[in-house]
């Protein structure tokens, strides 16, 4: 059975950073990309960017090129995000998402980790 | 960025009432088009890929289909456990871009 397992809540200080981690199991790590998306309080899905466990690759939409670093240690089958420089509007869950290699969908999700900016 | 308009925003409707949910692409994606179910305090879970296919374990009652730059989500009979947000996403070019979600209630 395929399962992402995300770290647990975090709290953060303006101008600080977190790191969250995704753990992955029941398939192999290597095999396919690891996405991250954001979702802002009772708002829609944005996409943060992918990385390629297997290389190291990675691609981030435009407006997160400076907020997030994907990282990825194939010993442990773990992704991480961090977010740096944090502010308001990084208070958001953060959701890990597998996808194929050969096509943008997300086929699992991990459970999400609430991040809360606050002074 | 490829624009994905999702429509209705909200929608209440009966069980087993027909339900359709559509996005309207901002160019040409081809099948590239994934649909996705959000419960309450839940992470998205995949049901259509490939604007058509369906995922695995996702009941029948759900399809998807396209008519040029538009898809559709429809769910045939409502039943109690579809209710939740749903969110259209285009896998043609990055970055993946998502519809603005449809939140579907019962009447």
């Known amino acids: 059975e395929v399962q992402l397992q995300q770290s647990g809540p975090e709290v953060g200080r303006p101008g600080s950073s977190v790191k969250i981690s995704c753990k992955a199991s029941?398939?192999?790590?290597?095999?396919?990309?690891m996405n991250w998306v954001k979702q802002s309080p009772g708002q829609g899905l944005e996409w943060i960017g992918w990385?390629?466990?297997?290389?190291?690759?990675?691609d981030y939409a435009e407006k997160f090129k400076k907020k997030a670093t994907l990282t990825a240690d194939t010993s442990s089958s773990t992704a991480y995000i961090q977010l740096s420089s944090l502010t308001s509007e990084d208070t958001a869950t953060y959701f890990c998402?597998?996808?194929?290699?050969?096509?943008?969908?997300?086929?699992?999700w991990g459970q999400g980790v609430m991040v809360t900016v606050s002074s | 960025d490829i624009q994905m308009t999702q429509s209705p925003a909200s929608l209440s409707a009966s069980l087993e009432e027909i339900v359709t949910i559509t996005c309207q692409a901002s160019?040409?994606?081809?099948?590239?088009l994934a649909w996705y179910q959000q419960k309450p305090g839940k992470s998205p879970q995949l049901l259509i890929y490939?604007?058509?296919s369906l995922a695995d374990g996702v009941p029948s009652r759900f399809s998807g289909s396209r008519s040029g730059t538009q898809y559709s989500l429809k769910i045939s009979r409502l039943q109690v456990e579809d209710i939740g947000s749903y969110y259209c996403q285009q896998a043609h070019s990055n970055p993946p871009t998502f519809g603005g979600g449809t939140k579907l209630e019962l009447k």
């Open positions: 160019q040409d994606i081809g099948n590239w």
């Open positions: 029941g398939y192999t790590f290597t095999d396919y990309v």
């Open positions: 998402a597998r996808g194929p290699i050969y096509n943008n969908f997300f086929d699992y």
């Open positions: 490939d604007a058509t």
């Open positions: 990385i390629d466990p297997e290389y190291g690759s990675t």
